[in-house]
């Protein structure tokens, strides 16, 4: 199965609270999937990383074996590319992780895509973050 993997990653404060959000597309267009992870305080770099496992191991448990992957972070894309190394302690792991997962596609298709393209995985991020901030302030009333 084929599918278009659109992920994005964001912190509130670098490093603040953060989160990562992926959306999977199916060929006609039609959502097979949204994930949307929150991460305590960690950096932006990290929440990007984190939204393409999640969205890569989502692709995985639907049978996705042929992926075209969408990131507005150049930094992300470059690294995956081999053009920038992954040189902090954080990322490093990360980036190895991901790196195994897209070896188990049948085919990959990474490319950088402006901030516009990318609204539905914001979307995402942007929902997990509003909402762990309104039950941080529950928790504190």
């Keep these: 199965m084929k599918a278009t993997l659109f992920a994005d990653g964001g912190s509130r404060g670098n490093p603040g609270p953060a989160a990562s959000g992926a959306v999977l597309y199916a060929e006609d267009g039609t959502a097979l999937a ?56 954080d990322l490093i792991p990360l980036a190895a992780k991901a790196k195994a997962l897209l070896r188990e596609f049948r085919s990959t298709d990474v490319q950088h895509v402006r901030r516009k393209d990318n609204a539905a995985a914001d979307a995402v991020v942007n929902q997990v973050l509003d909402e762990a901030a309104a039950r941080s302030r529950a928790g504190m009333t």
């Design 34 to 89: 949204e994930v949307g992870e929150f991460l305590g305080i960690a950096t932006n770099n990290v929440a990007e990383w984190r939204a393409l496992l999640i969205g890569l191991a989502r692709a995985r448990e639907l049978g996705v074996d042929e992926i075209a992957i969408r990131l507005d972070s150049e930094l992300v894309v470059r690294q995956l590319a081999g053009i920038y190394r992954v040189k902090h302690a």
